[in-house]
């Protein structure tokens, strides 16, 4: 059962991601990231990593979407009017290097893949001889919270200003201006 709940999250965020970049219509594609960006959220949590879910769905979804969503509404519609092809076709590929560009990923993506399955890492290897292997029901985010307020503090803080930035930018940028 794990397994097909598994595999129904991971096409349901590959399909979402893929509508998402082939869509020329921009409210559509941020509805979609929305489900994206849960799919992802859904991955995390199979993967162990629920505080990287948690803060998936925190930062990204109540932050950085409600932001774009912002942006998008805020925006002259002419301008959007001008830029979105009312094409119905499912992909468009408006350059050839963009092809070589995914075949180029493919590749390295598939190189990798290989490189992993064909020698298991040192690291891998270590904690299996040391029985250190994650298990469902560890508490990592007490760990994770212990690590971000003493020796990645730094780090942290620096980040949430970059974000701070980030976020007054996008409040400039969408503004309209004000003529005399």
Known sequence: ??????????IFTI?????VVSLRNTA?????FFFVLF??????IF?????????????YVGGVLILMIFAFMLSIKELLASI???SSRLFTLPNWQSLIVVLGFFLLLSFAITDWLATTPNWISANQKTQAI??????????LGFRFMTKYLLPFEVIS???LAALIGAAHLSRKEVED
């Open 28 to 32: 559509k594609a941020l509805f979609l």
């Open 39 to 44: 799919g992802m959220a859904g991955l995390f």
């Open 47 to 59: 993967a162990l990593a629920d505080f990287v879910a948690i803060t998936q769905i925190m930062v």
């Open 15 to 19: 399909g979402s991601a893929l509508a």
């Open 161 to 163: 200003i970059f974000l």
């Open 134 to 143: 994650l298990q469902p029901t560890d508490n990592n985010i007490e760990q």
């Open 84 to 86: 979105q092809d009312n």
């Open 1 to 10: 059962m794990i397994d097909i709940v598994f595999y129904v999250f991971a």
